[in-house]
């Protein structure tokens, strides 16, 4: 009988310690099911970020490393300077990415750094309680703007996808969600596509993903899997905004919108 | 034999390439820019890697990863950029990963001056960054030690999976001596690295880099091993100079450029008819106590002189435990002390009267 | 032996290569050198100085501070090193830009009009080699053939035309430092 729901053997099969409903752990899945299918287990290293994904090391079932916050893509270009043939990458939250770290990956982008990022976008930081990120919306509440976002003090929403987008070294640049099970195979394609780029040595990727954060945005799972599809997609539009010159040249890669 | 002239800050480089290391991550900061505009060139050519950073945060966590991934490697700055890797250094600490940072220093506080200085000395030897941890502290005096420094700091890196820091300051970086470099650096066999994080290529265990630890019971069981290796460190690697030392009664302790001075100053007094001698601490940390403990009986007193207001003189303290006098000579900010001002306060200390 | 020797003027003068000719020659001849560019307060104010030491036991403190030689290539460096000068120093200074103002000192001191020989020689960039020139001719601290030689170290290749000029300024100097010996100033 054909198993319907198999464990990918990049993870290790600890089970994680995320809250009920977060999409941090589909989104683990997917990735591994990505390195699982290009074959690469065995050649990649992983950085983990400070944030709920901390303890991604003991999930993924390869070589892995733990970075300060927001220095995961510092690392991974050390990694990757050193051992060029192996596969990098970094998975990092948006108080990793696009606050404390912001610097380190837009210079990792704008090197052509030949790194695979996978960006956690969930608008909020969850493991410190809940406040403010970069991401957080106009008028969205959280612990440290417990009236809700204000655009005349505290700014509005970074879009990191378009961002980057702009920088030269980034070859493969897209926005994905997981908020439904239609989203769901999109974003792995997007990934996969992100770990391509890299295996093909052309320059920097990165897939931002619409996560969820039921517990510090007090919704039950479902209810903040609508709210991520009816609040976030608005103002973090889906779809790739990048893909290296080469796909559409020689015609690989599928180029289908995500 | 072959001599060649070098500037210190070159030495540096030629020092870490000779010593294995093909790996250099950095941001550019005065006054050891020549040292990195020396490996920008020589390491391509042998098969390495130079690479500007856009920050020194973003260096050191790349030396962070080359280091996770096996390889020889250091960074380069100078007081402010060595506080900015504070954080990074910690971390790699707490990972165990082997290093090498150089800190031209420069006189400080905030933005200060370019000029030497040696008020870095509490940051290096003391944690610098958060948390219980030593650093190996090498303080070279000569173009010559520099390059034997630094294969001695990938060395000892290696083996203690730990961090070496090697101090220095502008004068050491832009003076030029010659160099003897026959029979440095060469065939040497690097130490394997089995916990390295290369990709697990038919390995059954996967490595991990890291320096969470959650659990407070298992974090100080993680502490008391790093205590255990600074105990071994302290026990086996002091090392220092001795100049003039067997028959001294008065003892100058200085370490880097400040020993140059300090060696002038003995053969000063040496030649004026006071039994002078120098301490001169080549390990900063470990700080070298038998040096003292060997002397004390025989001396009437030290004086420390550096180029702070005053950090290695605590350790001097520390060390002769209120047995025998311990004096102070400190020019901060970035002044040097001459042979002469320093001659003058070893001559108050030793009772002679100075004429005129 | 041990000199401590204090080469000074504006930057462009050729102070930084000149002290590197001497300590590259006194390293070429087994003497311990060492060779510091100034430091400090005095980097400004586009002057340039730079200490060089020679000797025959291993230097102690490479700072020049009270050098027994002073190669003064401009007024305000004359004014401001030419003091410091220990006892029993000697001083060459470039007398085409410095007027002493007749001072007496207790040590030789010796007049070269290193830019009017420089200018002569057809490049006033060799100036400081002719006081150094000079300095070797007098002293005989190394030959004067050892800074010759060391030349070709000390210019980078596509400088290398430039030896046979920088090779006269040496010894035109040396000429003259000589005659002052035997002159028994
Ligand atoms: C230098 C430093 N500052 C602050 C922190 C505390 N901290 C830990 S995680 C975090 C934010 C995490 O948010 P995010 O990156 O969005 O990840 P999430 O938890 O939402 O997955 C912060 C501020 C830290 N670990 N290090
Ligand atoms: S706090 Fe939020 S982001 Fe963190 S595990 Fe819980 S739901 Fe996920």
Redesign the interface.
């Known amino acids: 009988m054909a198993k319907i729901f198999q464990r990918p053997a990049a993870l290790?099969g600890k089970a994680f310690h995320y809250c009920p409903g977060c999409t941090h752990g589909i989104v683990h899945r997917i990735i591994a099911q990505c390195i699982d299918e290009l074959g690469i287990?065995?050649?990649?290293?992983g950085?983990c970020p400070v944030g709920c994904s901390?303890?991604a090391?003991e999930y993924f079932?390869?070589?892995?490393?733990?970075?300060?916050h927001g220095?995961a893509p510092?690392?991974?270009?050390?990694?990757?300077?050193?051992?060029p043939d192996?596969?990098v990458f970094t998975y990092q939250g948006d108080g990793d990415l696009a606050a404390i770290g912001t610097?380190?990956v837009?210079?990792a982008a704008a090197r052509g750094e030949k790194i695979t990022t996978i960006f956690i976008n969930n608008a909020v930081f969850g493991m410190t309680g809940g406040q403010m990120a970069p991401t957080t919306l106009v008028g969205q509440k959280t612990t440290t703007t417990p009236k809700g976002r204000d655009r005349e003090t505290t700014g509005s929403p970074l879009r990191v996808a378009e961002l980057l987008s702009t920088v030269e070294g980034a070859v493969y640049v897209a926005r994905v969600s997981v908020h439904n099970p239609a989203s769901v195979i999109r974003a792995k394609k997007a990934i996969k596509k992100a770990f391509e780029v890299q295996l093909q040595g052309l320059g920097f990727a990165i897939v931002e993903v619409l996560s969820t954060c039921p517990t510090n945005w007090g919704l039950s799972p479902v209810e903040a899997l609508e709210w991520l599809e009816k609040n976030m997609v608005p103002i973090f539009p889906l779809g790739e905004f990048r893909k290296p010159a080469e796909w559409d040249k020689n015609g690989t890669g599928e180029g289908a919108s995500c | 034999m072959a001599r060649v002239l070098m500037k210190g800050n070159e030495a540096f480089g030629e020092g870490a390439i000779r010593a294995g290391c093909r790996y250099f991550f950095g941001y550019p900061i005065t006054p050891q820019s020549e040292l990195p505009h020396f490996l920008a060139k020589r390491l391509p050519e042998i098969g390495g890697v130079y690479l500007q950073a856009e920050s020194e945060v973003s260096a050191i966590n790349m030396v962070y990863g080359a280091a996770a991934a096996g390889a020889r490697v250091m960074t380069s700055s100078s007081s402010p950029g060595i506080s900015l890797m504070q954080e990074g250094i910690s971390y790699i600490v707490g990972a165990q990963l082997p290093c090498v940072i150089i800190n031209v220093m420069r006189g400080g506080p905030g933005l200060g001056n370019i000029a030497p200085a040696q008020g870095d000395y509490f940051q290096a030897t003391k944690g610098g960054g958060h948390g219980d941890y030593k650093l190996i502290v090498l303080a070279p005096a000569s173009v010559q030690e520099i390059i034997t420094h630094m294969q001695l700091a990938f060395d000892l890196a290696d083996k203690y999976r730990n961090p070496v820091m090697v101090v220095g300051d502008g004068i050491l970086g832009q003076m030029m001596e010659p160099v003897d470099l026959e029979g440095t650096g060469g065939e040497m066999a690097e130490p394997s690295k089995p916990w390295a994080t290369t990709g697990m290529r038919g390995r059954k265990e996967r490595n991990i880099v890291n320096s969470l630890c959650i659990v407070p019971e298992e974090n100080e069981k993680n502490n008391l091993q790093l205590a255990a290796k600074y105990g071994e460190i302290q026990r086996s690697e002091q090392r220092w100079e001795e100049y003039g030392l067997d028959d001294a009664e008065w003892v100058l302790v200085a370490f880097g450029t400040v020993a140059r001075v300090a060696k002038g100053v003995v053969d000063k007094a040496r030649k004026e008819g006071i039994a002078a001698g120098l301490i001169r601490p080549i390990t900063l940390w470990p700080f070298p106590e038998k040096a003292f403990n060997k002397v004390i009986d025989q001396v009437k007193g030290f004086l420390t002189v550096e180029m702070s207001l005053g950090q290695m003189v605590e350790d001097v303290r520390l060390c002769v435990q209120g047995r025998q006098p311990v004096r102070f000579l400190g020019r901060p900010g970035g002044m040097v002390p001459s042979v002469r001002e320093v001659y003058e306060e070893l001559k108050k200390m030793a009772g002679v009267k100075t004429c005129g | 032996m041990l000199e401590e020797v204090l080469i000074a003027g504006f930057g462009g003068q050729g102070i930084m290569s000149t002290g590197q000719l001497l300590a590259y020659a006194g390293m070429q001849e087994q003497k311990h050198v060492a060779w510091i560019p100034s430091y400090g307060p005095e980097m400004r104010g586009g002057t340039a100085n730079c200490g060089i030491t020679l000797s025959d036991t291993p230097i102690s403190s490479p700072l020049v501070t009270e050098p027994t030689c002073l190669l003064a290539m401009n007024q305000p460096s004359f004014e401001k090193y030419a003091p410091m000068v220990v006892p029993g120093g000697i001083i060459f200074y470039n007398s085409s830009l410095i007027n002493t103002g007749g001072i007496s000192v207790p040590y030789p001191i010796f007049a070269i009009p290193a830019n009017a020989i420089a200018e002569e020689l057809g490049n006033v960039r060799v100036a400081c080699n002719v006081l150094l020139g000079a300095y070797l001719g007098y002293s005989k601290v190394i030959p004067v053939d050892a800074a010759v030689r060391a030349l070709e170290k000390v210019l980078p290749p596509h400088r290398h035309k430039l030896i046979p000029v920088n090779q006269k300024a040496l010894e035109k100097g040396a000429a003259l430092g000589r005659e002052y010996r035997k002159g028994g100033a």
Not at chain 1, 61 to 68: F, H, L
Request: hydrophobic fraction near 50%; charge should be neutral.
């Open positions: 290790t287990r065995e050649d990649t290293i950085v901390v303890f090391y079932n390869c070589d892995m490393i733990e970075a300060a220095r510092a690392v991974a270009t050390g990694v990757k300077r050193v051992l192996r596969v610097a380190e837009v210079h």
